[in-house]
């Protein structure tokens, strides 16, 4: 094999730039760290006119990704594109098909299609990797696939969003409301324009929906996720779970046992002595239970063109080094798929704000409907206003079956005796 | 190659033991996941007859260690016999000969010997894999071997040893002293009859030896290791800690710079928001800096039985998935030495906890020294008893160096002012 590996990147925004400055900056030590040269020969993506801080003369230049997949020159591609289909996806099969390995940053990408891509890498004899899909600079899939591969990881679940945890964090300092810390972290570059993929959990389950299925060795199930963001979380709620010794965090929770698999993405109220409680701003945090090892935690920056170049280049230098592992652990062939269980069946506890007028016979009614479904009630706080002003009511719930719980709120709903939807935040004693 | 790798395991304590758990209880995922089936085929250990909870008809037993090296059916070596010299280093080096694998748990090998059983290694063309050397389930080897190549680590540094971080947290939550601490965690099978190893320091320099080669692309040195225990922390240095915003620590840390490498082991004092600080009981923690990643902190089980077989395993399942990578990151004739900063340079902070009499003057005097060392007080707590009483003076003082406080310190004891050496501990702002 030839003592240089010759790389070709799609996609030149923050990630595409840190990896070409890592590349350039770090040459030295990742020539004696794989005893190869890593080379970036060719580069592709949609404006090559802008600054992006790093020499793009001697590379070669092409408007169509797909290209690096059939430039003779290039011996593996780097997908920074983004996006579960469309150009990533073509260029991604592309370049398998071709027998060469492939590198990618693109969580919705495998979250969507990793286990056909995975086959074809297999197919091809080539890697396909992904440790920079998730949670950043913290190499939390060799860590499932390699460090943990003598255990069976019954639990795995995290923080995987940065801009959830730092505006949940911001929310907290300040007691600011959602809608204004999510302002000014698009102001501040922390969030996107259309901040959706983050803030309603998506990016989350994609992420979860990659750890679980190296974890437990599943076909990736992305549409098996419940998700639910931020959006609804209020000053309030993070007020009152404070009080209530809690913090509140998005947290990806994937759990294994008989009956199948659970994957959820939702806001959750942890104790402050859980290790996620001080996970602040923009850091990203995996906890894994195996039967071994017991449990572990990792914590470190989520995103970002340092962190995420590091694990792009970690992917690439395993590559130099000619390792290769199946992408999920296991040969996709010997992926078991699992029943996937439902967020009904989740069977724990519930703080619940519910926004009412203050009436007589109010309380009672929200009471009758959660006796009805058999939901015991811990705690209740009601702060007294004037006869007939609107209040908030903060309940929360000893443990008890979901689907119950959610048939008592639709109830309440119904019944008129709340003037807004419902709000529940699962209580995770993690 | 075949379809089995036939592993022979040397010391069967509680590792070993673990080691053989887990190989019978996971053997079906880990065929999964290697493709090849794990077997133990013989062992070694000094009583044949002690019952152990796991199976040993159907291996061979070899009263001498070395024996497995010579074993033709044996295709791995696991040495778990423990030791610098002696069993240990005349089987890894017999087997390293024989030109098989070696997986080993022992820390002092690897920090006395590392670079030149290495070498070995590389020049039979087999693996020497020791993850299960530093801090027990906590995949750190491999994430600075493999997950951070792409990075200059400039730091790397954390809670190393089990047993100390057991006492110092218990000490802390009970009050009491490090001798009754100590007692009783021997008493619980916590500590070792001869806990030296452990409470002096030694455990974790060995664990930092190993931890700054690889991080570094330096020699392992263990010899440069400034190393000081536990045994002088007192109940009222912890209370007094708490008092200020710290808490103590043994922390094992390592850093490069333009200098050298500077390595040391001692109490510390962080501030209770440090990532260290919250790192109860017997578990790890270990945090690394590089320059494109940021920081990433690892923390989980840092010893027993079932986190150290699942490192001991991993390094096994690397073997069968025939993955080698130099032990240290980087081939051993490529490690390059650096000069060793001595603790004299350290620059930084203290706490002081000087037990003088009540007299007259004994302030001034200490003051004295201090001053014509360019040792500057931050602050002084000085609790009032009968004149001429046993007092302890706290005091902390701002950043200077290591150098000039030895010195000030040295005129103290020798002018009589205090009645016991003056206890320090370093104040780091982690």
Redesign the interface.
Do not use: M, Q, Y
């Given at each position: 094999m030839s003592d240089i590996l010759r790389i070709g990147i799609a996609g030149l925004g923050t990630v595409g730039a840190?990896t070409l400055a890592?590349l350039r900056?770090?040459a030295d030590?990742?020539r004696?760290?794989?005893?190869k040269t890593l080379t970036v020969v060719a580069v592709s993506a949609r404006d090559r006119a802008k600054d992006r801080g790093v020499d793009l003369n001697n590379l070669k230049w092409y408007d169509d990704p797909r290209a690096l997949a059939e430039d003779p020159n290039v011996d593996v591609v780097v997908e920074l594109i983004g996006g579960d289909s469309g150009p990533a996806l073509a260029l991604v099969t592309a370049t398998l098909v071709a027998g060469k390995p492939v590198v990618t940053a693109n969580k919705a990408l495998i979250a969507l299609h990793g286990t056909a891509l995975a086959a074809l890498a297999e197919k091809s004899g080539v890697a396909l990797s992904f440790?920079a899909a998730v949670a950043g600079?913290?190499?939390i899939i060799?860590?499932l696939r390699?460090?943990?591969?003598?255990?069976?990881t019954s639990r795995v679940y995290g923080i995987l969003n940065g801009t959830c945890n730092y505006i949940l964090t911001t929310m907290e300092s300040t007691g600011a409301e959602f809608d204004d810390v999510l302002a000014e972290a698009q102001a501040l570059g922390y969030a996107e324009a259309d901040p959706s993929f983050d803030v309603d959990g998506i990016d989350t389950a994609h992420k979860l929906a990659i750890l679980s299925s190296v974890a437990f060795?599943a076909p990736v199930d992305f549409a098996a996720v419940y998700t639910a963001g931020i959006r609804n979380v209020t000053a309030t709620d993070i007020r009152h779970a404070s009080e209530l010794g809690f913090r509140i965090k998005l947290l990806g929770i994937a759990t294994i046992g008989e009956e199948g698999i659970a994957q959820r993405v939702h806001p959750c109220m942890v104790p402050v002595s859980s290790?996620m409680a001080?996970v602040d701003g923009a850091f990203n945090a995996v906890l894994v239970d195996?039967?071994?090892?017991?449990?572990?935690?990792?914590?470190?920056?989520g995103a970002?063109a340092?962190?995420t170049?590091?694990?792009v280049?970690?992917d690439?230098?395993?590559i130099a080094?000619e390792?290769r592992?199946p992408p999920f652990?296991?040969?996709s062939s010997?992926l078991v798929a699992r029943p996937s269980i439902p967020i009904e069946d989740r069977y724990g506890a519930y703080y619940l704000r519910l926004n009412v007028l203050d009436q007589s016979g109010v309380l009672a009614d929200i009471a009758a409907h959660l006796r009805d479904h058999d939901v015991s009630i811990e705690s209740v706080l009601q702060r007294g206003r004037d006869p007939g002003e609107r209040v908030s009511v903060i309940m929360t719930t000893h443990e008890t079956y979901e689907a119950g719980l959610a048939q008592a709120l639709a109830g309440i709903s119904e019944s008129g005796a709340v003037v807004d939807p419902p709000c529940m935040i699962r209580i995770e004693n993690l």
């Open positions: 840190g890592l900056d770090n030590i990742l004696s760290r794989c005893g440790e600079g913290i190499p060799k860590a390699e460090s943990f591969a003598a255990n069976r060795g290790p001080h195996g039967d071994f090892v017991g449990r572990t935690i990792f914590e470190g920056p970002g340092g962190p170049a590091s694990a280049v970690a690439l230098v395993d080094r390792w592992v652990g296991v040969a010997a």
